[in-house]
Every structure is written in C-alpha cells, then in structure tokens.
C-alpha cells in the first residue's frame, strides 16, 4: 500500500537518503531551500532553513552531511547546526546549480549540475574526493539519476533533459537506455516521462522516477522494464531504499510550476510517498 509521510510537500522535493545508523530519512525541498529529517519509528520530523538552494545530501564517515547546494559544497551537523564550506561553485550561479548527487563505492561525493535555460548541454558532472572538486564530464543539460552497479565498476547517471540515461566504466559512457521525447500536443498521460533520480537494489536492478511520466520503473541489468509502478503524482523526482530492512521504497516528487487542475487531481504531488517492496535496496555509501 502506498501512502505519503506525515509532514509538509516539498516545492522540488530530492535526494532522499537512508542514514541507517540513525533510523532516518533526510531529503531535500531545492527551491524551498531546505534539509528534512523524519524518524519513522517515531514520527519525530524536523527541517532546517538555508539562505540557498539545497539539492542534494550524503552521509560522512567523519559525521554529519555533505551537502550541494548553489552557491557550493558544505558540511552540515544536524545535531549542532554546524555548517562549514568546502568549496565554491564551479559555474555561474545565475544559471546553473548542483542538483543530483550521492557518495559512490569509492568514497567520493559526486555531484552533477542543471542547465536552468536548457538551451544547449551545458550541464556537468563533479566529483569531490581528498579535497579536490574536479569535473569529471560534461555535455549533458540536466545532470541526475546517480546509482552504481553492485560491484561498483557501473555507474549509472542521466540527462534527464536528454530522455537517456547512461552507464559509465572505467571513464567510458556508453547509452543504457534512451525514452521516448514527448510529442508536441501530445498529452501527459500518454508521455512516460523522463528519466530523473534513480536508485539501485540487491539484485542489481535500477529503480528510475520518470519525471512527468507518474511512475516508477524497475530496470534490469541489461535496461528491460521489469516493473513498472504508477503513482499518484505527475512529477516524481528520486527513489531510495530504507527501513531496517532496506525493503522501505521511498519517493519524492514536485509540484513546482505544475498546473492547477493538476494539483487537485494530484494532492500528494511534493510529497514523499513510501512503499513496500519485495527486494531489499543497496545503503548508502559514505563520504570518506
């Protein structure tokens, strides 16, 4: 049975992240600029306010959060609030931003941007490791969908603008799978959306949120659809497995820009939705 958690929608809601060792969920509202924390076991839920975009957050070895937010990388302590810059943004703020990042197999932070005028493949991909921000690849326009294979040689990441998502090895991207483009005047219900956040699960199979396309597909190994599961939003943005068991499927989604009629014959649109599933899901790796 699916049901959304019992706090407030996001705008943009992203990078939702089991933290195991805390038995919580944290995601975040982009361009309601900010971090939510929600305990299941309790019910406990608390956020925190920045005077900048949030996209994305990653768990640290060393203790509290990675975050990527517009105007750079920083740490966070949602224990004190503590909040220390590591980097400045790589581009120009006026338009483009991070959005879509995890910690990877090795340890590193990486972390992609969005094109905001998607005119031309201007967005990146960055990876953060020994204290060092260096792009990694490029011509994409709207950098998402980070997941790596179970053995950590594949990783797997979208241009969600592109309808493509990719898979990586040893530095060489190759087309995973491509979706087809929406055709102008063409309705929403018969678009299957875009591939945006993904997530991977303990049989090596790739869960993708297709943006305007309201479902969620299970990918295998080699991009068959395996399982396709319609939800009750138009704009879901990111999957990830939690719960002590890993078996929890969690979901944000978004409600920016999107029409009225739309809204009211979706309510949950912002929120974070959750379900059961049969396979358990991959935790999170950590920022060395």
């Given amino acids: ?31 309601g600029r900010r971090l939510h924390r929600y305990e299941p076991s309790t019910g406990t839920h608390r956020q925190w306010d920045f005077d900048s975009d949030v996209a994305c957050c990653a768990p640290r070895e060393a203790g509290g959060l990675m975050l990527a937010r517009r105007d750079g990388l920083w740490t966070f302590d949602p224990a004190s609030d503590a909040l220390h810059k590591l980097a400045d943004a790589p581009y120009d703020a006026a338009v483009e931003r991070f959005n879509d990042g995890k910690a990877g197999p090795d340890g590193a932070f990486w972390v992609g941007t969005i094109y905001e005028p998607r005119d031309k493949p201007a967005a990146s991909l960055y990876r953060w490791r020994n204290a060092v921000l260096e792009r990694i690849a490029g011509e994409v326009t709207v950098s998402n969908g980070l997941a790596w294979s179970l053995d950590g040689r594949t990783m797997y ?7 493509t998502l990719y898979a990586v090895e040893n ?8 979706f087809p483009r929406r055709e102008p005047g063409t309705s929403l219900d018969s678009y299957g959306g875009r591939p945006d956040g993904a997530a991977m699960d303990a049989e090596g199979c790739l869960w993708v949120a297709m943006f305007e396309g309201a479902r969620l597909l299970r990918l295998s190994p080699a991009g068959e659809i395996l399982r396709t599961i319609e939800l009750p939003v138009r704009c879901p943005t990111m999957p990830c497995f939690g719960g002590a068991d890993l078996r929890t499927l969690y979901i944000t989604t978004a409600s920016e820009k999107r029409p009225a009629d739309e809204l009211a014959a979706m309510p949950l649109s912002g929120r974070v939705l959750e379900l059961r599933v049969d396979v358990p899901g991959l935790p999170a790796n950590f920022v060395k």
Wanted: charged residues 15%; contains cysteine; proline residues 9%.
């Fill in 157 to 163: 990441w979208s241009d969600t603008w592109g309808h």
């Fill in 1 to 31: 049975m699916m049901k959304a958690l019992p706090v407030p929608p996001c705008i943009v809601g992203e990078s939702p992240l089991w933290h195991a060792a805390e038995q919580a969920l944290y995601w975040c509202d982009i361009v």
């Fill in 171 to 178: 530095g060489q991207r190759r087309v995973f799978k491509t």
